[in-house]
């Protein structure tokens, strides 16, 4: 779900086996992709995986830094997420996003070849996007809470309407 110029591009890390069985993205029941999009301001209302094509019209998209879909995001090995990061920086440098949102600084260390990256802004850019780690909402992340989740999707809003 990629048009060009969109505010924020989100990108997962790859799809779970939910997500590939549903073809929505964040579609297994406790990931909190959905709620914390929502609690952070960049939706209006609680939006379903199923109706994830609505995120275009808030200048929005997802993807995947690798395309196979895993049980588990530890199942993919290093050169998957670093051909993932190759195609991936193409997509960026082609639909030209304001940002570039990774939920997952495990998965953007991987897929960038950036061992000290952390949650945030990163001085990385492709082309004229600038980049942002977030947070992995899935379920298995009991580091973040929704609430503290939400405050860092929210500082990546700010930035992206600035």
Known sequence: MIADGLRVLFCGINPGLMTAATGHHFARPGNRFWPVLQLSGFTPRLMKPSEQGELLSYGLGIT???????????????????????????KVARSRPGWLAVVGVTAYRAAFDDRKAQVGPQERMIG?????????????????????????FARLRVAAEG
Not at 130 to 149: E, K
């Open 64 to 90: 995947n830094v690798v395309a196979r879909a895993t049980a588990r995001a530890d199942e993919l090995s290093a050169e998957e997420y670093r051909e993932g990061g190759r195609l991936l920086a193409s």
């Open 128 to 152: 004229d996007t600038r980049v942002w780690v977030l947070p992995n909402p899935s379920g298995l992340n009991a580091h973040w809470t929704a609430a503290t989740m939400a405050e860092e």
